[in-house]
């Protein structure tokens, strides 16, 4: 989550709120000041942002919502803010200010909200129902042993390949990355290219290498955990891809966008379970599922999970009525949690038991893409916001262009991103 604030206008982004009480969607709003709540009986108006998903259906799904909440609880109307725009940014600077919401969702965890006492822990929230939370869900909003935050859904991560060019080239699905580098450069033919991870050639590739190595970002005490010599290691290995020029470089779309796979202009694409539908769509059956893989035989493969998660704003006035839609919502309905996550795009529910029930989960790629993201699901810390993930990348880059020694831009990188840490751990 970007550590960036902007200026905020009143006028700019509150386009988007309406006001549930008692069951019924009672006003649209321009204000910060909802009308109707008096006479609705309501005793609490919680204010509950989303940022504007892309997915059709999706702010209607969660007016849905809120409008069953308010039925269950008729002394608490809810207010939904649809944030268009730059939503961490307006975020961050209403957080600052007697406007901040109740209830919001942020994209990638962000631990410094908890340590300057924004956020409230949740750990009553989650009750009993915290074992059914997948374990990659648990850990990304924990602090010091306290739980911040509801994972909402997740959103995987994997490498997307194309089973009939595999077979047709004599390749199988790579196991390891000396294997990843084979295939790739098997499959790269002339103008075309084998693997696609990004416009820049790296995307999530060096999180990954340093992953798949085990190795890590940023351990649990604020050290910064990428300059170790297993994460140099896997991170020097990725300029094999890039000496090979086995990558596609500079697409009309980025990584995200299944294009480059759904158009045959590359058998291998870094991509989400977001883009499912449209590559089976596409391709049928023609596809499979794989996790970035160990950096040697015998280690760890890893998907990248992320998502999005419903916090409390602790600094508010109505904390025990924004801990009750969050429990409700995110812990309590199961339903509405699996309705949400494949009715509109395509996520994995993180409670096990929501995700196992999940028709568009339950068989095939998608199936196997849910195994994945359980056994090898890795999130990106708390501590990785722009200016850490920046400095990262930067360093990264030059070394997998051969633009410098290893060990030397590593070394500055760590030394600068724990600089960044330091300051948001106070």
């Excluded at 909802?34 to 940022?51: C, E, F, I, K």
């Excluded at 794989?290 to 006035?317: E, I, M």
């Excluded at 839609?325 to 309590?332: A, E």
Aim: charged letters at 20%; one cysteine or more; hydrophobic letters at 40%.
């Amino acid at each position: 989550m970007s550590a960036r604030r902007t200026e905020l206008s009143r006028r700019g982004f509150l386009t988007g709120s309406l006001l549930v009480a008692a069951g019924t969607v009672l006003t649209s709003a321009c204000s910060t000041d909802p009308t109707g709540a008096a006479g609705s009986g309501a005793r609490t108006t919680l204010n509950v942002w989303y940022h504007a998903y892309g997915e059709a259906g999706t702010q209607q799904a969660v007016l849905r919502y809120a409008t069953a909440f308010t039925k269950a609880h008729p002394d608490i109307a809810v207010k939904v803010t649809w944030v268009p725009g730059d939503y961490a940014g307006k975020l961050n600077a209403t957080l600052l200010t007697d406007a901040a919401p109740d209830v919001f969702e942020i994209g990638d965890f962000s631990e410094s909200l908890a340590r300057r006492g924004q956020i409230a822990a949740l750990d009553d929230v989650y009750g009993s129902a915290r074992s059914d939370f997948n374990t990659n869900a648990v850990d990304s909003v924990t602090v010091d042993g306290k739980l911040y935050g509801v994972k909402m859904i997740d959103d995987v991560m994997m490498l997307y390949y194309r089973k009939s060019a595999l077979a047709k080239a004599g390749i199988t699905p790579p196991a390891d990355y000396d294997g990843l580098v084979a295939s790739a450069k098997a499959l790269s033919t002339g103008r075309s290219k084998g693997l696609f991870l990004g416009n820049d050639g790296l995307g999530d590739a060096p999180i990954l290498a340093v992953w798949s190595n085990g190795g890590e970002l940023v351990a649990p005490d604020g050290t910064v955990g990428f300059g170790s010599p297993q994460a140099l290691e896997a991170l020097t290995g990725l300029k094999r891809l890039h000496d090979d020029k086995s990558l596609l470089l500079g697409f009309t779309t980025d990584w995200w966008d299944p294009a480059v796979l759904t158009q045959g202009v590359v058998p291998m694409q870094w991509c989400g379970l977001w883009a499912m539908p449209a590559v089976k769509s596409a391709l049928g059956d023609d596809f499979g599922v794989l996790p970035w893989p160990s950096y040697k035989p015998g280690g760890t493969p890893a998907v990248r999970v992320g998502g999005w998660t419903s916090c409390v704003n602790a600094k508010g006035k109505k904390v025990d009525a924004a801990k009750k839609f969050v429990q409700w919502l995110w812990v309590q309905q199961a339903d509405l949690q699996k309705d949400f996550a494949e009715s509109y795009g395509f996520h994995v529910p993180p409670r096990r038991s929501v995700a196992a029930t999940a028709k568009k989960l339950s068989e095939g790629a998608a199936k196997e893409t849910v195994t994945l993201a359980d056994r090898y699901g890795k999130h990106n810390p708390g501590t990785w916001d722009t200016a850490v993930s920046a400095t990262f990348s930067a360093a990264a880059a030059k070394i997998a262009a051969g633009d410098g020694d290893p060990a030397a831009l590593m070394a500055a990188a760590v030394k600068k991103a724990q600089g960044e840490i330091d300051k948001q751990r106070g």
